[in-house]
């Protein structure tokens, strides 16, 4: 998926001659603490509202912070997860998405980026999940592809963890299938070090309990 794809066609956009005081109320009836600055269709910055705050005079022109701005911007046609790396780089919760003449193609925000990063691990799909602790070393996603498919089970996500100062790793892996036990045995058997399992039986996979704590803690 392309960043092109999430773009938000609802959020609105500033102009440098637009006071402090129309951004604050638009950040305000939006629920953002950024938006995005264009002129002449062309991306000039973000900015946030901390910087808006520091403002005394509220009839001040965006233009006059043009130092605060902040160059939060992707291509649309980069991969999606682009968005979390500017977005993480820069601490914003809105990016600009533009093109390669940097005309402002829109925006997206955190709220979109995360429910498609939920969709992309594969959360609220009935499945399971298996974490294993391996010497990076060891590490073979052949093997263990193997020992899934082996069990009648398909890898529907795997994700790898390198633990910094450490040769070790963990792997996370989601399959389609709800009974891990005779998966884990196997494992287990090829002398891997389970450190994790849950499947639906339970009440609720971790990784959706911390996804929707997250958007809680987000109150978006």
Known sequence: MLTK?????????????????????????FRLTHLPI????LFVGLISEDDLLDVLDDRTTLN?????????????????????????????????????KNEYQGSITSWDLLKTIGEFIGSGHQGSIIALSVDRIHYNVSEICR????????????????HPNTDIMTVTIQINKTEVNSIVSTFERFEYNVIYNHGPENLESEVESNYKHLMNYLNI
């Open 5 to 29: 794809d999430l773009i938000n066609h609802s959020i609105p956009r500033l102009q440098p001659q637009d006071t402090v005081a129309k951004a604050l109320q638009l950040m305000n009836d």
């Open 38 to 41: 264009v002129q002449d269709n």
């Open 64 to 100: 006059a912070l043009h130092r605060q701005y902040i160059a939060a911007t992707i291509k649309s046609s980069d991969y999606f997860l682009t968005a979390l790396d500017c977005c993480m780089q820069f601490e914003c919760r809105v990016v600009a998405v533009v093109d390669e």
């Open 147 to 162: 020992i899934i498919e082996s069990n009648d089970a398909t890898i529907m996500h795997l994700n790898t963890m390198f």
